[in-house]
């Protein structure tokens, strides 16, 4: 069964500095990856994807993540900080053969003036 | 842009109690989800539904949670008897097809007292 790891609950960063979020996932066949991002009193909205094809997503809000197959890993990085991401992230995987997908228990990003 | 929407946005209801949470996903979609976060923790799946029938649901989905879609728009999640641990927040979501990202709607916050 697949499952999704993120490290650290909470993370800070300055305004301007680099965002690197965190996730690791377990699937027995080529997953379908996913980063969410969750505004307060609000739904989940999808930043970016990967199916197949390039490893590189890039996403909405100068989002990207890397699809790493020897490393299982799916990290969400942004460049340049600013204060409106700050938010709560999760990292998703689901495996074409299933109709769920699962989430991790999500990262809070805080962003320091 | 089209979108999931919930209602209600808020209920309160006393332990026992059936409640009723509304969901109307997006027109063209036919997978439809739901989803709960209890608070401060991680978006765990439920159910899904696709061809008017359950196509697959989680452990926490048990005989007092049933869904339905009476009309061809809505999509409705009954608790038939609520338990004090049934609060949480509750969000449906939808997809064009298997495995393609959800659209999420803003959640409804169950709590039971």
């Known amino acids: 069964a697949q499952s999704v790891t993120q490290l650290g609950s909470h993370v800070s960063v300055s305004e301007g500095a680099l965002v690197l979020l965190r996730c690791n996932y377990s699937?027995?066949?080529?997953?379908?990856l996913f980063w969410y991002v969750q505004y307060p009193n609000q739904g989940l909205q999808l930043l970016l994807k990967?199916?197949?094809?390039?490893?590189l997503v890039k996403g909405i809000n100068g989002f990207e993540a890397e699809f790493k197959k020897s490393e299982t890993s799916f990290h969400l990085t942004k460049p340049s900080a600013h204060m409106s991401d700050a938010a709560e992230y999760f990292c998703a995987v689901t495996e074409n053969r299933d109709d769920k997908i699962i989430f991790g228990k999500g990262t809070r990003l805080h962003i320091l003036p | 842009e089209p979108e999931v929407t919930q209602t209600p946005s808020h209920q309160v209801t006393q332990m026992g109690q059936e409640v009723i949470l509304r969901c109307v996903p997006i027109s063209n979609h036919l997978y439809f989800y739901w989803y709960r976060q209890i608070l401060g923790q991680k978006v765990e799946f439920l159910v899904s539904f696709y061809n008017n029938e359950i196509s697959e649901k989680s452990e926490i989905f048990d005989d007092q949670f049933s869904v339905e879609r009476p009309d061809g728009s809505n999509f409705t999640l009954k608790i038939r008897s609520t338990k004090l641990e049934d609060s949480a927040m509750y969000f449906c979501?939808?997809?064009?097809?298997?495995?393609?990202?959800?659209?999420f709607g803003n959640g409804t916050r169950l709590t039971v007292t």
């Open positions: 990967y199916t197949t094809g390039a490893t």
């Open positions: 979501a939808s997809s064009e097809v298997k495995n393609s990202p959800l659209h």
């Open positions: 699937s027995s066949v080529p997953p379908y």
